[in-house]
């Protein structure tokens, strides 16, 4: 798998969030979370730029970014522009870095707190299926087989829209 792969993979699934955020009626659904639900669309969508954003640029694009956690999952309130402008800047982040990542460096191993080690590349789009067994067919992944690939990307980007979803149907306050 390429840095190019990677990064389009990215920049699809970052493209979809937008459009989910965009379709909210207004910006205070968007911080609204739906009943058993911690996280609203709007906290789903800085958790996600900031994921790219540190790991990525930080990382590996020693970017100097700093992220703040925190923030990502306290924030209540703001508009749906000042997210789809985070959302850009996490676009930006893998358009300016990835395409300088080398294979090589897509292939190091990285060791981050609570997920299996693992390199860059496979971090990058996903965490590994629950089958995932070091030298299975399952830890490799294939750009010939973008289902299996690409699957995990999906995972945020449902989330916001089920947020979509449950908000609309919900109409109890925030």
């Not at 989910?20 to 739906?34: K, M, P, S």
């Not at 508009?79 to 850009?88: Q, V």
Request: glycine share 6%.
């Amino acid at each position: 798998m390429t840095s190019a792969d990677v990064a389009r993979m990215l920049e699809r699934e970052l493209a979809a969030v937008q459009r989910e955020i965009a379709l909210f009626r207004d910006d205070t659904l968007v911080w609204r979370t739906a009943p058993a639900t911690p996280n609203s669309a709007g906290n789903l969508a800085l958790h996600l730029a900031g994921n790219i954003q540190h790991f990525i640029g930080a990382s590996l694009g020693r970017t100097g970014y700093v992220r703040d956690r925190d923030a990502e999952f306290n924030r209540r309130s703001g508009t749906r522009a000042d997210l789809l402008a985070e959302l850009d800047r996490a676009i930006a982040v893998v358009r300016q870095v990835l395409p300088a990542v080398s294979p090589d460096a897509l292939a190091e191993e990285v060791d981050i707190r609570g997920v299996p080690p693992m390199p860059w590349g496979r971090f990058l789009i996903g965490p590994p299926p629950a089958s995932y067994a070091p030298g299975s067919d399952a830890s490799v992944p294939s750009a010939r087989d973008p289902e299996r690939v690409a699957k995990p990307l999906f995972s945020l980007t449902t989330e916001v829209g089920q947020c979509h979803k449950a908000c609309h149907l919900n109409r109890k306050g925030p």
